[in-house]
């Protein structure tokens, strides 16, 4: 094996750290965690202080960046009056950091938590001086109207990991937000925080920032490529890593030393944690990766904790870690990218996460867990097992570091679409100018070919319109990207529904908008289970998500194919929805959790098609379905039948975004223990739980479609409706929106016309022969 020691080490020593009130007003000190700044730190906050540039900071993993960042929301909040954003990339980080800032809000600063969990808060959002965000979070924020003035307020912008720029994922949201406020906004102050970027002065140069590179680290690194024999045999290669995982993990932690064993997969976790627990002599016979409870009570007799998205046990795992208490965590990629679990050793099992191979950044930030300080270690180790025809490689990579490449080519059309839609683009001339503002650009992509096709596109897909030159969004433009719907995913879906037959009941609707939904959704197409339960979740997927027909035998099952267990989780929604009890680890045969991450993820692609029913972009069918299913699957914790999206809705309306996550379920409870089935009730009092008061509750109750009349003639329809409404009518071919005015009666004629509908303008509806089934709840479904 060959050892390198990581960048430039050196231990820490007490003597060259530099007292706080050296360099920071005395007010502030009660806000820093430690009297002292180590010597990044100090050189740092020097920089941030005697100046307002633009900076870039590169230090060491461990180094205490995020005592950096807070001096630069410090300055910003006391000596500005303004506010700060600091921008994390993952909800994880979030937590963590908003955790680290409570005792900010114990001193009376206003810290508020911004994640795609959360419904915000414009108030009390527009009231804070500091914001905790995802990029993608404050991106959607930046595209909402009611919170442009408080934009407007936001005087620094604190970017952690600001490497990822260089993230397929993540990193165009993050280019194109900082291209428009360095050109836009540049009294906007740019803090970039990064321990992985080795081509920093080219990032630093595109910013206009001063960079600063730390070299210095508390304590030693040293990383090692063990290495296993190339195998055709991926099975033979899969052993020989878990062996040399599991004999790594016994030496270090002989004589108390802890460590976390990294694997591509949330199932490679499982399966090292119990191969681990059971080299440490617990009695792992008959224990299956997949029966959590009893691998969850294997791994605590061993001392082993377990840390993916999912995991129940993921926070309590990295409690018990933090205090010592645990020895070994055996984690997914997601604990890498700043979340505080020191330890004396890495081990990073595998070299691909799912299908992707591993990028130097994220390795880099797996080494960094490794000899942190709040261990208690002053050298860290850090493995890689790699394989011999990659040694070579992986070598080469890890001592030349991780450049940052632009990613934002793969998303153009999106990123022009939003800053169209924040008014930042009105013309092709503008949107050049833009372009020119990117790191692509920066990086050589100077040629305008590539935005003129996303222009084109745009204009191809119905979300904008060009004409001589002035470049516009259209309603659906709007929708897409306030509701960050990627532009070609979104055309694709478009077409799909537009393809389908007129389905000719609810089951029949419902399946087809399923099968639309997750045939050209990439996260749905590629997510991923293991072998072994892919025969249960294509017998679910047989008997169309209900657990009591799930019986055919192996043998007479289809092949599992791309988007199939994400088919299955919506569908057990619309058809089992009494199957999500508290607590629930297994439906049908498939681990929940393979089915949380769709669950989570799909209201808001429903949603996005639930919206354009107004639009007349989408078959009326399907947006009424869709809205339907779309709260069924995000409040699927109340256990709600077919029709009940109208319910939810209106508590929804009656909990506002801010309250909606502790106060939907009560609402629904209460209406449902009365009989309640629909918003359609007569009286005028707000009930209890009811964040609407006045006139506010009375404008919901005037939005309702519980007013509205159709009438369907052979050629005609004629409708009542609320003011705003638009009525959708139908044949089995096209389909027309007509929006009506006031309360008066409107008709349409429509020769062959087979159906139709209303929309309010806050999102209720109301339709005619099988769509009636989606006014009310009519019982709940069993499963």
Not at 161 to 187: F, M, Q, V, Y
Not at 230 to 258: C, H, P, W, Y
């Amino acid at each position: 094996m060959m050892l390198w020691e990581a960048q430039a080490p050196a231990v820490a020593d007490e003597t060259i750290s530099v007292p706080v009130s050296e360099l920071v007003p005395r007010a502030w000190h009660m806000y820093l965690p430690f009297p002292t700044l180590n010597p990044a730190q100090a050189e740092a906050v020097e920089r941030i202080l005697d100046s307002d540039d633009h900076l870039v900071v590169v230090a060491p993993t461990g180094a205490g960046k995020t005592v950096i960042g807070m001096v630069s929301a410090l300055n910003t909040i006391f000596e500005q009056g303004r506010k700060a954003v600091w921008l994390v990339p993952q909800r994880s980080l979030t937590a963590e950091l908003d955790q680290e800032l409570e005792g900010w809000r114990k001193r009376g600063l206003r810290v508020e938590r911004l994640s795609g969990e959360f419904s915000v808060d414009v108030e009390r959002t527009r009231n804070s001086d500091l914001w905790v965000a995802t990029t993608e979070k404050f991106e959607a924020m930046c595209r909402t109207v009611s919170l442009r003035e408080a934009l407007a307020e936001v005087n620094c912008l604190i970017v952690d990991e600001i490497h990822l720029l260089g993230d397929p994922t993540r990193g165009g949201i993050l280019e194109a937000l900082l291209a428009r406020l360095k050109s836009e906004n540049p009294k906007v102050r740019i803090i970039g925080l990064s321990a992985t970027v080795s081509n920093a002065d080219q990032v630093a140069q595109w910013l206009g920032a001063r960079l600063i590179k730390v070299s210095w680290r508390p304590s030693k690194l040293t990383w090692q490529l063990p290495v296993v024999a190339a195998n055709k045999e991926f099975s033979q290669v899969d052993a020989a890593r878990t062996r040399l995982a599991t004999s790594l993990t016994r030496m270090i932690t002989a004589d108390g030393g802890s460590v976390v064993v990294f694997c591509g997969s949330k199932r490679g976790v499982r399966r090292m944690a119990l191969i681990i627990a059971g080299d440490r002599g617990v009695n792992i016979r008959d224990v299956h990766p997949d029966d959590l409870d009893r691998l969850h009570e294997a791994c605590e007799a061993a001392g082993i904790g377990l840390h993916y998205k999912g995991w129940d046990h993921k926070l309590e795992a990295e409690r018990r870690f933090r205090a010592r208490k645990l020895q070994i965590l055996v984690a997914t990629s997601t604990v890498a990218a700043g979340v505080n679990l020191p330890a004396r050793a890495v081990v990073v099992r595998d070299t691909e996460i799912g299908f992707n191979k591993l990028d130097v950044a994220t390795v880099q930030q797996m080494f960094g867990r490794a000899g942190r300080v709040g261990a208690g270690e002053t050298q860290g180790w850090a493995f890689l097992i790699v394989d011999e025809a990659e040694h070579a490689s992986w070598q080469r990579r890890l001592v030349a570091g991780n450049t940052v490449h632009s990613q934002i080519g793969g998303s153009l059309a999106d990123h022009v679409l939003g800053e169209a839609v924040q008014q930042r683009i009105s013309t092709v001339r503008e949107a050049e100018r833009w372009w020119v503002e990117t790191f692509a650009y920066q990086q050589g992509s100077e040629s305008q070919q590539p935005l003129r096709e996303a222009i084109s596109a745009l204009v191809d897909g119905g979300f904008a319109t060009e004409t001589h030159g002035t470049l516009q969004p259209t309603d659906l433009g709007g929708l897409t990207a306030r509701m960050m719907v990627p532009a070609a995913e979104g055309s694709s879906m478009r077409l799909a529904l537009s393809r389908l037959a007129l389905p000719e009941g609810p089951e029949e609707a419902e399946f087809a908008l399923i099968s639309a939904l997750c045939q050209h959704v990439p996260k749905f197409t590629q997510a991923s289970v293991p072998e072994d339960i892919k025969i249960a979740v294509t017998r679910l997927l047989a008997a169309r998500g209900d657990l009591s027909r799930a019986t055919l035998r192996p043998a007479e099952l289809p092949a599992y194919l791309p988007g199939d267990v994400a088919r299955v989780a919506l569908l057990v929604v619309a058809n089992n929805s009494m199957a999500f009890q508290s607590g629930i680890r297994h439906i049908g045969g498939v681990p929940y959790a393979n089915l949380h991450p769709i669950l989570e993820e799909a209201p808001r692609y429903l949603h996005w098609i639930s919206a354009q029913g107004p639009l007349g972009t989408v078959p009326p069918w399907s947006a009424i379905v869709a809205a339907d299913l779309g709260r069924r699957v995000r409040w699927r914790r109340c256990k709600s039948g077919r029709g009940a999206g109208r319910l939810l809705w209106m508590c929804e309306q009656m909990s506002t975004p801010a309250y909606a996550e502790s106060t939907v379920a009560s609402l629904w409870d209460a209406a449902t223990s009365r009989g309640i089935v629909s918003p359609d009730w007569l009286s005028t009092t707000p009930p209890k739980h009811c964040r609407l008061v006045g006139d506010d509750y009375m404008a919901l109750l005037r939005d309702r479609a519980t007013s509205v009349t159709v009438n369907l003639e052979s050629d005609r329809v004629t409708a009542v409706g609320p003011a705003g409404s638009v009525l959708a009518v139908w044949t089995d071919k096209i389909h027309e929106v007509v929006r009506m005015r006031g309360t008066s009666e409107i008709s349409v004629p429509m020769p062959g016309v087979s159906g139709a509908a209303v929309f309010t303008r806050r999102g209720d509806y109301h339709g005619i022969g099988w769509l009636a089934k989606y006014s009310r709840m009519h019982a709940v479904n069993e499963g």
